[in-house]
């Protein structure tokens, strides 16, 4: 799972062009697409996980950046 998308929670799909464009058009707020959590602990967990992935993902970079090639 190392999407980057995952450490934002707010919308279910990583919005678009065409997304940004229509909810200029969109004043109602239909095309709004949020994720909704049953309570604040599962959104809690969802979230904190969602952290440690992205901290995961900072992290293989920058060991495949700065470590030296030998000890791969």
């Not at 997304?19 to 904190?48: C, M, P, W």
């Amino acid at each position: 799972m190392s999407n980057p998308i995952h450490s934002f929670r707010l919308f279910k799909k990583r919005p678009s062009f065409i997304d940004g464009v229509s909810s200029i058009i969109d004043h109602s707020n239909l095309g709004s697409r949020y994720n909704f959590d049953k309570t604040e602990k599962e959104a809690d967990v969802k979230s904190l996980y969602a952290d440690w992935l992205a901290v995961g993902e900072d992290m293989k970079k920058a060991i495949n950046t700065y470590a030296p090639k030998e000890s791969r």
